[in-house]
Nanobody
Framework: DVQLVESGGGSVQAGGSLRLSCAAS????????MGWFRQTPGKEREGIAA????????VYANSVKGRFTVSRDNAKNALYLQMDNLESDDTAMYYC?????????????????????????WGQGTQVTVS
């Protein structure tokens, strides 16, 4: 079974940093796009970063560009999100997600970046609170 497990969330003061991790198992990790999303109560899930299977193509949402860095280690089946200069608006539940096959150039790093329907596996989420 495919499993995605996030970790690294917590509470931090504005201006601080956190590093989220996502451990993947149950599929050929390096073949698929991976993305980070976040969601607050009453709002739609927001795609904030994505990278293709090889990790060479990366896209960020404008809201996090310049502050967040996404990376992946295919040897460890791991995805990371380094979050620096955190702001109160970054408070949310953060999810990692695995992209659907064949949608890398559309929903992953393409024109439909950040669209949740482009992903078919999700972690349980990790809470980030910035005060």
């Amino acid at each position: 079974d495919v499993q995605l497990v996030e970790s690294g969330g917590g509470s931090v003061q504005a201006g601080g940093s956190l590093r989220l991790s996502c451990a993947a198992s149950g599929y050929t990790y390096s073949s698929y796009c991976m993305g980070w999303f976040r969601q607050t109560p009453g709002k739609e899930r927001e795609g904030i970063a994505a990278l293709n299977g090889g990790g060479g193509s990366i896209v960020y949402a404008n809201s996090v560009k310049g502050r967040f860095t996404v990376s992946r280690d295919n040897a460890k089946n791991a995805l990371y999100l380094q979050m620096d200069n955190l702001e109160s608006d970054d408070t949310a539940m953060y999810y990692c997600a695995a992209g659907r096959p064949g949608r890398e150039n559309t929903y992953c790093i393409g024109p439909y970046f950040g669209t949740p329907s482009g992903y078919n596996y999700w972690g349980q989420g990790t809470q980030v609170t910035v005060s």
